[in-house]
């Protein structure tokens, strides 16, 4: 069995690759996956988790990912998420590369909604919003600049502006046209795309803020009780999803809005497995506005980790 460290699993990553080994991963499919999400409370008043998600390729591979997150871990300078990946010979059931997973998590997330955003944002959008301004915003901004390499302006919205000052200014320094901004409202009303990446438990976007052509890409919430668009959103919008497996069930955004009645599982248009397989078409108009629920799952680490295994070949 090989280890594979951060540095390692970062060189092998790169975006447009791993973009690309999530879209011919959606294409061919996997034989199974699942979850399972253990929490105790903190001190913080917040939620400490473990997360367990696998997934099988009958006969070629299967992996799981161990992943922590602990909100309390910032206040003490230590990362909220830590995880490890182990990727399994499908034929013979053993152990082939053992992964510090970190890089693996933060990449995979952003190419996700990547892919889903090269079917589902226009193809001129031009100014990217993105919430939130913790460790995976940057990654947001790089993969949905790798699909869309028009988003030339980008804003920051932080519920502290000391930390979309800070992003702000990092992305700067990698020749970006980058502002933080403290309205919201008018932040989402100039957005093409608005990629959220925050643990919000109350809706941050409200539907009524979206202009004309807009995409909205919800990442941050994993659990039921998590919500970062409000009910106007999901009505307005042309609704997708990365898996209905995991969105439809535990992810707020919408498992919320299923519950309340307020759309249907028709309303879900189409997953990422099908837009891939040019099953159900994305964006159909210029005026459109979609939505994106981006709930992750152990089949993306799995694509990852076999891209990772490919190359290390």
């Not at 060189?11 to 253990?38: K, Q, T």
């Not at 909604?113 to 790089?142: C, E, F, I, K, N």
């Not at 909205?216 to 009505?235: F, I, K, N, Q």
Request: hydrophobic share 50%; glycine share 10%.
């Amino acid at each position: 069995m090989k280890l594979v460290d951060a540095d390692t699993a970062a060189r092998l990553l790169d975006l447009p690759s791993l973009i690309e080994a999530l879209r011919e991963g959606h294409r061919a499919g996997v034989d199974g996956f699942g979850r399972l999400l253990l929490e105790q409370p903190s001190a913080t008043g917040a939620s400490d988790g473990f997360l367990a998600m696998a997934a099988w390729q009958r006969g070629a591979v299967f992996g799981v990912k161990l992943a922590t997150m602990f909100p309390g871990n910032a206040a003490a300078g230590l990362p909220n998420i830590a995880s490890v990946y182990v990727l399994f010979d499908g034929s013979s059931g053993r152990p082939l590369l053992t992964i510090e997973a970190t890089p693996l998590t933060v990449r995979k997330t952003a190419a996700d909604s990547a892919l889903a955003a090269d079917y589902l944002a226009r193809t001129d959008a031009r100014t990217l919003l993105v919430v939130g301004a913790g460790a995976q915003a940057p990654w947001m901004v790089a993969a949905h600049r790798t699909v869309r390499p028009t988003l030339t302006r980008v804003l920051v919205w932080n519920r502290t502006a000391a930390g979309a000052a800070k992003l702000a200014a990092m992305l700067r320094a990698d020749g970006l046209a980058a502002e933080a901004v403290e309205d919201l409202p008018s932040a989402v009303a100039r957005a093409d795309v608005i990629t959220c990446v925050t643990g919000s438990t109350e809706p941050l976007i409200r539907g009524e803020w979206l202009q004309p052509g807009a995409h909205l890409d919800l990442v941050g919430g994993y659990t039921p009780a998590m919500r970062e668009s409000d009910d106007a959103a999901v009505r307005r919008a042309r609704v997708f999803v990365d898996t209905r497996e995991f969105t439809l069930r535990d992810a707020g955004d919408i498992s919320q809005p299923l519950r309340d009645g307020v759309i249907g599982e028709a309303d879900v248009l189409a997953d990422l497995f099908q837009l891939a397989r040019g099953e159900v078409a994305g964006r159909g108009g210029q005026d459109e506005i979609t939505l994106f629920k981006n709930a992750g799952g152990g089949h993306l680490d799995l694509m990852a980790a076999r891209l990772i295994a490919a190359r290390l070949r």
